[in-house]
């Protein structure tokens, strides 16, 4: 006999399936949303309830949130209550004591909660209960006729509530109470792990973003990195600073002032900044306002954890949070700021001030640079100036030999300077008295008053611009000239500039060149060295051209003295000729006619006579060929000196048979023929002369070339000469030997001399006593 179906065990099979279908569901449940719909519609459709409900405590557990309900379920829960959890009911009962509760009809929940608004349209009537009631988001008019309140845990922690609601009376059987609990359970389970999921995506979405800017942030600083190697333009790179900072920090301004006037002015400034923020900034801050100078002056970085708008005369910045300023130095002085204000009142971190800090170190770098270009280029430009001064200066002495005047040496001075100047005039004071003369001007006063007071001569001691170089030896630059304290006021309106310079010759100052500018111009480092360059210069060609001068009157003097000496000695040899000639002719017929009548005495003394006259004759005929070698007009010619030679060496042969007088091959030089006959002749008539007792005397003439010209040789195999003696007898009347010895005059060597001089050569000679003497001499080639 078939056994009738259990209709329990029925209906608990089919609830398994479902359950089994929940659990499947639900694993694929990622989101709230979907779990809710899964465990409401289930738990509906498995118990034919006419709604469900899911409440969930907010995290401090005060208070309840419906946030999910099936359809219908606002019209019927009385249950499904939203809101705090002080208001007594089932849901905080089941809460509280972590147990489901099943109210099967209407009269066991009135039972239980007597005052709970559970009549249609009824209202609570204590106080509190109303202002639960006030706070339900969910209307009571339906009613809910049997209610299941589960309290939906996580291990011991409670996450809400569920509620199933019929609207009939409805006996919970265990397999519905148990698939009820395993529902609630599996419910709190989906729940939290959709919640961590969404947390999880939540964070990781965050995490993103936040290394998206970091990325963003270091590729910024990147860039600026390598901005800071190239750009010089401190601007530019201020700007990219600027943006650097607002990548790598949320919410703050920046800017970039820099000093000026005893005024902080921004130069360069974030695009947020507000437009009356901006003007205000750009306009300028007082150096002395106290986070700026405390931080121009510490040369040390400011965090200002807080800001002070009106204190530091900013007031349209009140609404920055705190500010940080960092000073910029070059050269050990503060230059700039770089300002950073955040948009928040906050504390600067340690990651903040470290952004902020490398970031001016970047910018600091390239002012340092550009100061350091800058310091360059100021240095090329004044090596520039010193070279065109120095060449115009070059030029100036060049001149030397026409234009000695000293005053005309001033006037080139003030020329130079005024060249290298804006518009002005120059003058040059020297004292006179009590009063400063002006020697030299190149350029107009512009007023006819102040021109009339300066030829005046201003007074010594109440002239500064004259009396402070005068005096202390230093130059006196005057940017801003002292009008008033040389001539009166008035008529120097027009004057801006001055500079005075002490010129010196011989250590000692002789003169003020005064430079005298229209406009306003600050002296530079470039104009000073210029200026100082164009007077030292001054003073050194004034030196030069007295010391030429000097050199020039001297050599007049001698050529003068030279001059007349040659025509003395000319005159004198030739005028004494005659008288000389007639003393030895009569003392030669004295000797002839009236000889015999003298005695012996007599005799030699009339011999003496003779002789004296004779050698006074080679004397005054040597000096006259002396002096005519300069006063003689003499004709320079290619000339063949070897044929000049040949005629000399046979005219000496004649009175030294003995002798040997030889050549070389010789060029031909240009030379006057007669001189060249002369210096030859004199050179190897020496040679023989000078000669050893017992050895055959022998010259030897010869010629090499030597550039452009040809050294001779004319040796000899005589006495030899002294090497002290080797100037000396080059001298006039200059001899060795007494004449007894060796005959001679003492002159002929001095002929020689003047005519190799003559013709631009030389003379000097080698000797070994004993062995022979050579003499050189150059003479120019003939090509
Ligand atoms: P002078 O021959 O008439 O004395 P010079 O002017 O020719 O005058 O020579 C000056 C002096 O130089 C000579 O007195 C002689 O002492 C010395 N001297 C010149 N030539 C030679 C020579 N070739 N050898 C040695 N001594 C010489």
Redesign the pocket.
């Known amino acids: 006999m078939p056994v009738p179906p259990d209709p329990d065990a029925s209906a608990s099979a089919h609830l398994s399936d479902r359950l089994q279908a929940v659990t499947e569901a639900l694993a694929a449940a990622s989101r709230q949303d979907d779990v809710l719909a899964v465990v409401l519609t289930s738990a509906r459709d498995a118990l034919g309830a006419t709604a469900g409900s899911v409440l969930l405590l907010d995290p401090p557990g005060q208070s309840l949130t419906l946030i999910s309900a099936q359809e219908r379920s606002r019209e019927l829960s009385r249950l499904g209550q939203a809101g705090p959890l002080d208001v007594h009911g089932p849901v905080r009962d089941a809460l509280e004591k972590r147990e489901a509760l099943f109210f099967e009809d209407q009269r066991s929940l009135g039972q239980r909660y007597p005052r709970w608004p559970h009549a249609q349209g009824s209202q609570p009537q204590e106080p509190h209960a109303q202002e639960a009631q006030s706070q339900l988001p969910i209307g009571v008019p339906g009613a809910a006729v049997a209610t299941a309140v589960l309290p939906m845990l996580l291990g011991d922690h409670p996450l809400g509530a569920l509620t199933v609601d019929f609207q009939e009376p409805h006996h919970f059987t265990d397999p519905e109470i148990r698939f009820l609990r395993s529902l609630t359970a599996q419910c709190a389970v989906a729940l939290d792990r959709a919640q961590l999921r969404q947390e999880l995506e939540a964070r990781v979405e965050a995490r993103t973003a936040e290394l998206e800017g970091e990325r963003a942030a270091l590729d910024a600083f990147v860039a600026y990195k390598e901005a800071v190697g190239a750009e010089s333009d401190v601007h530019v790179l201020a700007g990219q600073a600027i943006r650097v900072v607002q990548a790598g920090l949320q919410h703050v301004s920046a800017a970039y002032y820099e000093l000026e006037g005893g005024w902080w002015k921004a130069r360069v400034w974030s695009e947020d900044v507000a437009p009356d923020v901006a003007a205000e900034i750009q306009a300028g801050v007082p150096e002395d306002a106290p986070d700026f100078s405390s931080a121009a002056r510490s040369q040390t970085a400011v965090f200002a954890d807080g800001w002070n708008a009106d204190a530091n005369d900013l007031p349209s910045t009140g609404t920055y949070g705190a500010v940080a300023l960092l000073p910029l130095t070059v050269n050990g002085e503060t230059r700039s700021l770089f300002a950073v204000g955040t948009q928040d009142a906050r504390i600067w971190s340690d990651r903040e001030k470290a952004l902020v800090r490398a970031v001016t170190r970047g910018l600091g770098i390239t002012l340092e640079r550009t100061e350091i270009t800058r310091q360059l280029q100021a240095r090329n430009a004044e090596l520039d100036a010193r070279t065109q001064a120095l060449e115009a200066f070059a030029r100036l002495t060049q001149d030397l030999a026409t234009h000695g005047d000293p005053h005309e040496f001033v006037r080139r001075a003030q020329e130079v300077t005024l060249s290298l100047l804006p518009p002005g005039y120059a003058l040059y004071y020297e004292q006179d008295g009590a009063h400063w003369r002006n020697r030299v001007q190149v350029g107009s006063v512009g007023n006819d008053d102040l021109q009339a007071f300066i030829d005046a001569g201003p007074p010594v001691g109440h002239t500064p611009s004259v009396d402070v170089p005068w005096t202390t030896g230093q130059a006196y630059y005057q940017d801003d000239y002292a009008r008033g304290s040389d001539t009166p006021p008035e008529i120097v309106q027009h004057v801006n500039t001055v500079a005075s310079l002490p010129v010196f010759r011989h250590g000692a100052v002789v003169g003020v060149l005064i430079a005298v500018l229209f406009d306003g111009r600050q002296w530079t480092p470039t104009d000073r060295v210029t200026l100082d360059t164009v007077v030292r210069s001054l003073g050194l060609a004034l030196e030069r051209a007295e010391q030429a001068g000097e050199l020039r009157r001297r050599t007049e003097q001698l050529e003068r003295s030279n001059a007349e000496l040659e025509q003395f000695a000319y005159v004198a040899s030739h005028d004494l000729q005659a008288p000389i000639r007639a003393v030895t002719s009569f003392a030669g017929i004295m000797e002839r006619r009236y000889g015999s009548l003298l005695d012996e005495r007599g005799q030699l003394y009339l011999r003496q006579i003779v002789t004296s006259g004779e050698h006074m004759k080679q004397l005054v005929d040597?000096l006259l060929t002396f002096s005519r070698v300069h006063t003689e007009p003499h004709e320079v010619l290619p000339v063949d000196s070897a044929a000049v030679f040949d005629r000399v060496a046979q005219r000496l042969q004649v009175d030294a048979p003995d002798a040997q007088v030889t050549r070389a091959a010789l060029p031909t030089v240009r030379a006057d023929a007669l001189q060249l006959d002369q210096l030859l002749q004199?050179?190897i008539?020496?040679?023989l002369?000078?000669r050893r007792p017992d050895v055959t005397p022998h010259v030897r003439v010869s010629a090499e070339r030597d550039g452009p010209v040809w050294r001779f040789a004319?040796a000899?195999n005589?006495?030899?000469?002294e090497p002290q003696?080797f100037g000396?007898?080059?001298e006039?009347f200059?001899?060795?030997?007494v004449r007894e010895t060796?005959?001679?005059?003492?002159?002929?060597?001095?002929?020689?001399k003047k005519i190799v001089e003559q013709h631009g050569g030389q003379l000097w000679?080698d000797?070994t006593p004993g062995e022979?003497?050579t003499?050189y001499f150059t003479l120019p080639d003939a090509g």
Do not use: M, P, W
């Open positions: 040597d004199n050179l008539s020496n040679g002369k000078y004319v000899d005589g006495i030899g000469i003696y000396r007898i080059f006039i200059q001899r060795l030997h060796y005959e001679g005059t003492g002159i002929g060597l001095a002929v020689c000679l000797s022979g003497s003499f």
